[in-house]
């Protein structure tokens, strides 16, 4: 990395999943990285594995934001923020979907993103630094049942487009990463309320679904580009899935 006076990150969502995976991987190359998360707990086992700094945050709240990012700049410049916090809840029909799960979907992956995108942006001016949003194929693909999903996503891609754009001239670069299917622990236990069943099909029969390392790989070499290469947008899905509705599942 060019132009790195230091080499700090911040991730969102990290007690599990992709931001966990991100920190793990940034964290082996040599970044400093302040982990925020809601779950302490989680982020205490994360910061003793890999020597992160954990910070307890809710980036849906505003005061809870704004302590996390006061902490944050206070111990020096930022390079990096990595908004991997995110989630699907529910996946009703239109029809009958809950007002509160699109609520939920929009507070975190589209406010929440753009909360702490704001508070952070002026110290990554300052550092030549990186916004880099973890999105979803979901974003790009509408599908039945999941219009909810879908919407926040497509707001967020759209957000960090034109973050991109009102960016140019600024030594800031916006990347956004789009996963299709990742197979974690909890994004579809979360998505159909706990039942574990559910969850588990929508990966039955799939050969290598995506893991939450091999999304972490690709933010590690998108930041890792010159500080003069923005890598606008990567797509990136199991070799077994062509899109949301063309899967290949071993029978």
Same mark, same amino acid.
């Given at each position: 990395?060019?132009?790195?006076?230091?080499?700090?990150?911040?991730?969102?969502?990290?007690?599990?999943?992709?931001?966990?995976?991100?920190?793990?991987?940034? %964290?082996?190359?040599?970044? &400093?990285?302040?982990?925020?998360?809601?779950?302490? +707990?989680?982020?205490?086992?994360?910061?003793?594995?890999?020597?992160?700094?954990?910070?307890? &945050?809710?980036?849906?709240?505003?005061?809870?934001?704004?302590?996390? /990012?006061?902490?944050?700049?206070?111990?020096?410049? #930022?390079?990096?923020? #990595?908004?991997?916090?995110?989630?699907?809840?529910?996946? !009703? =029909?239109? &029809?009958? &979907?809950?007002?509160?799960?699109?609520?939920?979907?929009?507070?975190?992956?589209?406010?929440?993103?753009?909360?702490?995108?704001?508070?952070?942006?002026?110290?990554?001016? +300052?550092?030549?630094?990186?916004?880099? #949003? *973890?999105?979803?194929?979901?974003?790009?693909?509408?599908?039945?049942?999941?219009?909810?999903?879908?919407?926040?996503?497509?707001?967020?891609? *759209?957000?960090?487009?034109?973050?991109?754009?009102?960016?140019?001239?600024?030594? /800031?670069?916006?990347? !956004? $990463?789009?996963?299709?299917?990742?197979?974690?622990?909890?994004?579809?236990?979360?998505?159909?309320?706990?039942?574990?069943?559910?969850?588990?099909?929508?990966?039955?029969?799939?050969? !290598?679904?995506?893991?939450?390392?091999?999304?972490?790989?690709?933010?590690?070499?998108?930041?890792?580009? =010159?500080?003069? /290469?923005?890598?606008?947008? $990567?797509? #990136?899905?199991?070799?077994?899935?062509?899109?949301? %509705?063309?899967?290949?599942? +071993?029978?």
């Amino acid at each position: 990395m060019t132009d790195n006076a230091t080499k700090t990150a911040v991730v969102t969502g990290a007690s599990s999943g992709i931001g966990a995976a991100t920190v793990r991987t940034l %964290t082996a190359e040599g970044w &400093a990285v302040f982990a925020l998360a809601r779950r302490e +707990e989680k982020l205490a086992a994360l910061a003793e594995e890999t020597g992160c700094t954990p910070v307890v &945050a809710d980036i849906t709240d505003e005061g809870s934001t704004s302590a996390a /990012v006061e902490t944050i700049l206070a111990a020096g410049p #930022v390079k990096a923020l #990595v908004n991997c916090a995110g989630g699907a809840v529910g996946k !009703d =029909p239109v &029809a009958v &979907a809950s007002l509160d799960d699109w609520r939920a979907m929009y507070e975190l992956n589209v406010l929440g993103t753009l909360r702490i995108t704001q508070k952070l942006l002026p110290a990554l001016k +300052e550092s030549a630094g990186s916004v880099l #949003v *973890i999105s979803s194929t979901a974003g790009i693909e509408p599908y039945e049942g999941g219009a909810g999903y879908c919407a926040s996503k497509s707001a967020e891609r *759209i957000m960090a487009r034109v973050l991109r754009l009102e960016m140019i001239g600024e030594p /800031v670069r916006v990347i !956004d $990463i789009a996963p299709g299917m990742v197979k974690t622990d909890e994004f579809s236990v979360k998505r159909f309320h706990g039942d574990k069943a559910k969850a588990a099909a929508v990966y039955a029969g799939v050969p !290598d679904p995506l893991s939450a390392e091999d999304v972490a790989e690709c933010v590690r070499w998108a930041l890792d580009q =010159p500080d003069t /290469v923005d890598v606008d947008s $990567i797509v #990136v899905r199991p070799r077994a899935e062509g899109s949301y %509705t063309k899967v290949y599942r +071993e029978r």
